[in-house]
């Protein structure tokens, strides 16, 4: 799994450097809007920007993530329909139909990178949650959920996944967790968890999802007000 997830964790450092390319494409020579993308009537806000939270000194031990522990709580079923909507068009391979499940802004923090700092993506527009999701390269098979706070803890199986940047190769069976922050239906954080103990099995996985015609997946958001992100 560390190897899966450090690969997981270069690729949204990745994404943000498309996004900021693409931002600059798309202002020269262009003035019609992306296709498929949310209606604007004002101006374009910055692209995806990536910070990185530095580990402590001399890396004795990791970096600050969440790691809220078991409860037992169920997660509510408005949450658990977000989560499962998600990754079931994940696993689908329509990164654009899993992208209309984030709020804008919002983060994506997929776990320390191999200098132990933790790269936080501040996501702020329908696209640049497209090339979020493009970057997992497996599907996910949603298992169960519970509520740690202010986080769902989710536990997926990972599936191999059609469609764009779809390639969970050795990763395909394994399990894995992630914090979710969800707000009026909407996923405001998304953070890579470390497992509970017992996740390490490894079972077959089904065959990815074949391409279908999605239910309505929530209405694009509209770009909140600056700072009204979460603080993780």
């Known amino acids: 799994m560390v190897a899966i997830r450090s690969r997981l964790a270069m690729a949204v450092i990745a994404v943000a450097a498309v996004a900021a390319v693409a931002a600059v494409a798309a202002g020269c ?21 990536a ?53 804008l802004p919002s983060q994506f923090i997929n776990g320390p990178d191999a200098t132990g700092g933790v ?31 202010r986080y769902v ?11 764009p940047g779809g390639d969970c190769g050795a ?3 394994q399990r894995a967790r992630t914090n979710f922050v969800i707000t009026g239906g909407r996923i405001v954080a998304w953070i890579r968890a470390p497992d509970d103990p017992g996740d390490s099995r490894h079972e077959p996985a089904p065959a990815p999802a074949q391409p279908a015609t999605p239910s309505a997946p929530p ?10 992100g979460p603080v993780i």
């Open 171 to 173: 990763g395909t069976g």
């Open 219 to 228: 209405t694009p958001a509209e770009p909140s007000a600056p700072g009204t």
């Open 119 to 149: 790269p936080v993506l501040t996501i702020r527009s329908f696209g640049e949650a497209a090339a979020v999701n493009a970057s997992l390269p497996c599907g996910a098979r949603f298992l169960s959920a519970d509520q740690r706070g």
């Open 153 to 163: 803890n989710a536990l997926f199986q990972l599936t191999d996944r059609p469609g």
């Open 29 to 49: 020579g262009s003035s019609g809007a992306k296709a498929g993308a949310p209606a604007k009537t004002r101006s374009q806000p910055p692209p995806a920007t």
């Open 51 to 103: 910070h990185t939270t530095p580990g402590p000194p001399g890396g004795s031990s990791g970096p600050t993530l969440p790691t809220p522990g078991p409860t037992g709580r169920p997660a509510s079923a408005d949450a658990v329909n977000v989560i499962r909507g998600w990754s079931d068009a994940l696993r689908r391979g329509d990164v654009r139909d899993a992208a209309r499940y984030f709020a």
